[in-house]
């Protein structure tokens, strides 16, 4: 795995910052709050000024800044299309507000993951979960599901650097169709080995 | 030992023209510390494989693990073999080494400290002490498809199948891999391309086109493979 692709979203990093030491359900819920924020209090000034509170935060954590930032780098030409379809349409206020909100939830989101073990945001997913387990839920499943779906995102991010890399060691690297073709049937095919995986150890199975 | 029973078992995937077979019809019973499937890419030697623990159903026959029918009692044939990927990264499932070898205790620890705890011994006893924290990903090759491997014996098999565990490592953890394997108290059935490592079994079985061509000795099933390769 090369290092930017594992520092987006990236795997616990073991430290003793604030954030840290907080329990992983109040992060999430801090996480899901931040969502809310940014729904709610609308305008280029307020996703700045969120942005700016989760650059603080991020930096709290004491992770890598210059691993997030190559991580980053892969969603840059997303965000720059959302930021120039929102200019064009919406103009440079709209544009500002939609990028901003996205990388403070992105930073926020990472900041979460660099602090807490897997482990225990299952942990805090389950205990979220629990009433509904009165209504006949099987809460452990959610749960591996999430750990699973963090697990995934540094896995496709080398998928979509190998064939990037493939189509331009082809001269390929305008064509869309040599870079999305073999990055679908990969993930796909990642997806299956997974399932087969989980299957094999017997998850489900209880 | 257990006994890994075939009767009748074959296998056939659906095509745009109609269907053809992985699998002729294979009646075999396995009861050997360690039996090699030996064979060229595609012979049908993996689905002989996957057929042990279910991951591969077969169309017609049964295949039974101590009397337990893989597909009608799938999850208790899962308790009892353990299944090693080509691939570690895809039988890797959590974020670090501890959360995925706690992911196998789950069943027999309920309590996470515990849990995480036996973990970390699991991780000592396989040469992995301290890799609890460590990413999945920043882990060598070799020393993910030995932490698949401790994934797999912490559930206790009796059983344990591997599909060409050697084939993405290097001389040195390939050599690592296959010393461990070889030194397992539980059954051993491994799906290989190393010859060697074939060769150190108690018996091997050499698969072409869906069928079992030789079934013997490892040394005679290795030479028989070399002269029909």
Redesign the interface.
Same mark, same amino acid.
């Given at each position: 795995?090369t290092s930017h692709? /594992?520092a987006l979203l990236?795997?616990?990093v073991?430290g003793r910052s604030w954030l840290h030491r907080l329990p992983a359900g109040a992060k999430l819920l801090g996480l899901f709050a931040a969502g809310l924020v940014t729904m709610l209090w609308r305008g280029p000034a307020a996703s700045v000024a969120v942005l700016v509170v989760a650059v603080a935060v991020f930096t709290s954590t004491g992770a890598s800044w210059r691993l997030t930032l190559r991580g980053l780098r892969g969603l840059a030409i997303t965000l720059a299309l959302l930021a120039a379809f929102h200019a064009w349409q919406n103009g440079p206020g709209r544009a500002v507000e939609i990028v901003g909100d996205l990388l403070a939830l992105i930073l926020l989101a990472t900041a979460l993951t660099v602090t807490t073990?897997?482990?225990d945001l299952i942990?805090a997913i389950v205990l979220g979960l629990r009433p509904l387990e009165r209504l006949g839920l099987r809460t452990e499943p959610i749960a591996l599901a999430f750990?699973?779906m963090?697990?995934a995102i540094? /896995?496709t991010l080398?998928i979509a650097e190998e064939t990037r890399d493939a189509a331009i060691a082809r001269g390929l690297q305008r064509d869309p169709r040599a870079r999305l073709t073999p990055l679908v049937i990969r993930v796909v095919r990642?997806a299956r080995?997974?399932g087969?995986?989980?299957?094999?150890?017997?998850?489900g199975?209880? | 030992m257990s006994t890994i029973r075939y009767t009748e078992a074959s296998v056939r995937v659906p095509t745009t023209t109609g269907a053809r077979t992985i699998l002729h019809p294979l009646t075999l019973e396995l009861t050997e510390s360690s039996v090699a499937l030996i064979g060229a890419n595609g012979s049908g030697k993996s689905t002989i494989a996957r057929l042990v623990n279910g991951l591969v159903e077969p169309t017609s026959g049964t295949v039974e693990v101590d009397g337990l029918d893989v597909v009608r009692q799938g999850a208790a044939v899962r308790r009892k073999v353990g299944f090693v990927f080509t691939d570690p990264a895809a039988q890797l499932v959590m974020p670090t080494a501890g959360e995925d070898i706690a992911l196998s205790l789950r069943r027999t620890h309920p309590d996470k400290h515990e849990r995480l705890a036996a973990a970390e011994r699991v991780l000592a006893d396989h040469g992995l002490e301290g890799f609890g924290e460590r990413s999945v990903h920043g882990l060598s090759g070799g020393e993910r498809q030995l932490l698949a491997l401790a994934g797999v014996l912490a559930t206790g098999p009796d059983v344990v199948v591997a599909d060409e565990p050697t084939t993405l490592l290097d001389l040195a953890n390939s050599r690592r891999v296959g010393d461990l394997l070889m030194s397992l108290p539980q059954q051993l059935v491994l799906v290989t391309h190393d010859l060697e490592l074939a060769a150190r079994c108690e018996r091997a079985l050499v698969v072409a086109d869906g069928r079992i061509v030789h079934d013997g000795s490892a040394a005679e099933a290795v030479e028989r493979y070399r002269s029909i390769a």
């Open positions: 795995m692709a /594992s990236g795997a616990y073991p073990p897997v482990q942990d750990s699973l963090i697990r540094p /896995s080398l990642r080995e997974t087969d995986a989980l299957h094999a150890r017997g998850i199975d209880d | -």
